[in-house]
């Protein structure tokens, strides 16, 4: 029994570790998965220089998780971290094809070079966001006693102000880029359902899931949107409304443009500002 309970403990943390690191990963490397310049480096690419650019990852990837990683547990040997790093770089690969799948910038006839290099060159810097996680979005060294003030502000408010600002820092820049136009054209009404999906998901996963900073505080918080579901749905609304507006802001949407335009827009710009709106919330 003590065995079996061992394991499933094991299996547990594994998964918050592999959440974290992917939460970790999305942070950081959703900006470069709208950005079609990386994409054309991706397509270009021949294979001598993805092995040196996933060599070269590895090593940096193999110092960040020596240094800090993307696990709770400071004990980590060199062996550990060669083994945690093959799983980082993994993660990123995983979450970043998903991201370009998700939206049709791969497909199952998108030629197999072209798919490694998009893959490769949009995975590493997202094995990098999942060996940064722990050291730079964990709160653990932070987190202060009990005895803390209360908020001073409403907690809903509070989140709703956060959601905004972080969304505004992710996807400011990606709003006036002709990327979203390119995407949201080749996007049909199932996969606008799957980037729904995703972005909750993503969004639940880095404020409720993966461990990082005052996780239990927030699960614990009162109010109408201050449970992890009904919180995640609203700053979700919060998000696409402030992407609809970055569009608007950036004349890609006008008044004259039919709705589904304005659905298809926002929903795609909808995914980097909920990762940063989540992170946002992180801070609050």
Do not use: H
Not at 145 to 152: A, H, L, M, Q, V
Not at 165 to 192: C, H, K, R, V, Y
């Amino acid at each position: 029994m003590n065995k079996s309970k061992r394991r499933k403990n094991q299996w547990s943390n594994e998964l918050n570790d592999i959440i974290r690191g992917a939460s970790g990963g999305f942070l950081f490397g959703i900006p470069l998965l709208y950005t079609m310049e990386v994409w054309w480096i991706g397509s270009s690419t021949k294979p001598a220089q993805m092995s040196i650019a996933i060599v070269t990852t590895f090593l940096v990837v193999l110092l960040l998780t020596r240094t800090e990683g993307f696990r709770k547990t400071k004990n980590i040997r060199w062996r550990d971290a060669a083994m945690d790093t093959v799983e980082a770089i993994a993660i990123g690969i995983v979450c970043a094809t998903a991201i370009l799948f998700l939206l049709r910038e791969i497909t199952l006839e998108t030629p197999l070079q072209e798919t490694l290099g998009k893959i490769v060159f949009e995975g590493l810097p997202f094995s990098l966001g999942v060996a940064l996680a722990n050291g730079f979005l964990s709160g653990d060294r932070y987190q202060s006693s009990d005895s803390d003030k209360e908020p001073t502000i409403n907690p809903t408010v509070a989140d709703i102000g956060a959601t905004l600002i972080g969304a505004m820092i992710i996807a400011f820049n990606i709003a006036p880029t002709d990327e979203i136009p390119m995407l949201a054209a080749a996007i049909s009404p199932p996969w606008q359902l799957a980037i729904i999906a995703a972005s909750l998901l993503i969004s639940y996963g880095i404020v409720f899931v993966a461990g990082f900073t005052y996780q239990a505080k927030r699960q614990q918080q009162q109010g109408i949107f201050q449970r992890p579901l009904s919180e995640t749905v609203m700053a979700y609304l919060v998000s696409l409304t402030a992407s609809a507006f970055m569009m608007f802001f950036f004349q890609k949407l006008s008044f004259d443009d039919p709705w589904s335009i304005w659905l298809s827009y926002t929903l795609v710009l909808g995914l980097p500002a909920t990762v940063g709106g989540a992170a946002g919330r992180l801070a609050v």
